[in-house]
C-alpha cells in the first residue's frame, strides 16, 4: 500500500551532523503528517520530530535546537537534519507517514493510517 523508503544515517562522532531522508510511494491521495521516531536497545520507541504538510513541526524535547525536519510535498519525502549529535541520540530511526490512500478518499472512508520504514541506525560515537 505505502512503502517508504529512508535513506542516510550511519556513524557520527559527538558534535557532528547526519540526514536522514525518506521518500513514500504508493496509490496515495495525501500524507497530513510526516515524522521521525526512534527507538534505542532496552528503550520504547518515541517520536522525534513530526511535521505536518502545512510545514507545522513538532519536536522532542530533547532534540529541540538541535535537530530539523522538512518536507517536500511534491516528492512525498521527508528529512531530518541532525546537528550538535550527542551519543543518547544513539538508536534506529524509522520514519512514519499519516496517509490516506486512494481507494480510501474515492470511495469515502477518508481514512488516514501509519505506515513505516524499516528503520536506519544513527550511531554517536568517538
Known amino acids: 500500500q505505502v512503502l517508504l523508503k529512508e535513506s542516510g544515517g550511519g556513524l557520527a562522532q559527538p558534535g557532528g551532523s547526519l540526514r536522514l531522508s525518506c521518500a513514500a510511494f504508493g496509490s496515495i491521495f495525501s500524507i497530513p503528517t510526516m515524522g521521525w521516531y526512534r527507538q534505542a536497545p532496552g528503550n520504547q520507541r518515541e517520536l522525534v520530530a513530526s511535521i505536518s504538510d502545512g510545514d507545522v513541526a513538532n519536536y522532542a524535547d530533547s532534540v529541540k535546537g538541535r535537530f530539523t525536519i522538512s518536507r517536500d510535498n511534491g516528492k512525498r519525502s521527508v528529512y531530518l537534519q541532525m546537528d550538535s549529535l550527542k551519543p543518547e541520540d544513539t538508536a534506529v530511526y524509522y520514519c512514519?507517514?499519516?496517509?490516506?490512500?486512494?481507494?480510501?478518499?474515492?470511495?469515502?472512508?477518508?481514512?488516514?493510517?501509519?505506515?513505516w520504514g524499516q528503520g536506519t541506525q544513527v550511531t554517536v560515537s568517538s
Open positions: 512514519n507517514a499519516e496517509a490516506m490512500l486512494n481507494d480510501d478518499y474515492v470511495y469515502g472512508s477518508l481514512a488516514v493510517n501509519p505506515y
